[in-house]
């Protein structure tokens, strides 16, 4: 099998592509500009995403690059849009054209975090700002532009060893700060890349058309994480908690964010593939990938 990844520079789209090589498919690594063993590829032209897609004749794309920068969204929200639904949309027509199936990986952000038990797939979304919009403008143009041969991926609270990360802040805070400040009000499932990655594979592998939650198992706040994460690091340093409104004045963040982003992972459960490891699991499974100069 051939498959075409899209950020494949970023945290998640490194771990994809290993994950894809370790079984032995190909693997065709695409990202903006010019870079060894890379395939150049701006999502956000059409025209060549249109050329690429037919040139490399991938039988999938997982779908990784996106805008992430959710503060940046509500300051200035065409960005965010160009890559997060117009670029889904140009991967979605030149999958069509070209015959080939693509995942698109979205985000618990497009929920308002009004519930109080896990989002299944099944729950109407509702986002809250700009990058929720955005990502669920992208889900949107994906289902309608290549009905039948797309899978929706919706994750949360990623963590990887290969980019900026919640961890590496919480350590690198822990080692300069008397006290960590840290938002207790808000609560959803981290995520290690590595294991959004294997499920990633796992459809390509086997796909099913549909929209899929995945996400580590368990729930906690960002309070919690960021404890669990000094605790495993021996740092004697306290994390204190704060309330999202407190995080917001204090660092001037825009941002609404969901304060409950818990998924069901009803679609994998039916399937009989919801097997991801508890959130403390994958942080002690990240924790142990992590270079010593992190």
């Not at 990502?135 to 290969?162: C, D, N």
């Not at 290690?192 to 796909?207: C, F, W, Y």
């Not at 099913?208 to 939650?213: A, E, F, K, V």
């Amino acid at each position: 099998m051939k498959i075409l990844v899209t950020g494949a520079g970023g945290m998640l789209g490194t771990d994809v592509c290993a994950e894809i090589a370790r079984r032995g498919h190909d693997v065709i690594r695409t990202g903006r500009g010019e870079r060894d063993g890379f395939v150049s590829l701006d999502i956000t032209d059409t025209r060549k995403a249109v050329e690429t897609i037919r040139r490399e004749a991938p039988d999938t794309i997982i779908h990784c690059a996106a805008w992430t920068d959710v503060d940046g969204a509500e300051r200035t929200p065409d960005p965010a849009y160009r890559v997060n639904a117009l670029g889904s949309w140009n991967l979605a027509h030149a999958a069509g054209e070209a015959g080939t199936w693509l995942i698109g990986v979205s985000t618990d952000f497009v929920f308002d975090g009004k519930k109080i038990t896990p989002y299944t797939e099944f729950d109407v979304t509702n986002p809250l700002g700009a990058y929720g919009a955005s990502k669920q403008a992208g889900e949107v143009l994906i289902r309608e532009t290549l009905p039948g041969r797309h899978m929706i991926v919706r994750t949360s609270w990623l963590f990887g060893v290969h980019g900026k990360n919640f961890p590496y802040t919480i350590r690198r805070l822990a080692e300069k700060l008397p006290e960590v400040p840290v938002v207790s009000d808000q609560v959803g499932s981290p995520t290690h890349t590595r294991d959004l990655a294997r499920k990633l594979v796992d459809l390509a592998e086997d796909p099913l058309p549909g929209t899929y939650h995945i996400a580590s198992a368990g729930e906690c706040s960002w309070f919690e994480f960021a404890q669990a994460i000094t605790a495993a690091g021996g740092f004697d340093t306290p994390v204190v908690p704060i309330t999202a409104q407190m995080y917001a004045d204090r660092f001037n963040s825009p941002t609404k964010r969901p304060a409950y982003s818990v998924m069901d992972h009803l679609a994998l459960r039916m399937r009989g593939m919801d097997d991801l490891p508890h959130w403390r699991d994958a942080l002690a499974d990240f924790l142990a990938l992590v270079p010593a100069d992190r």
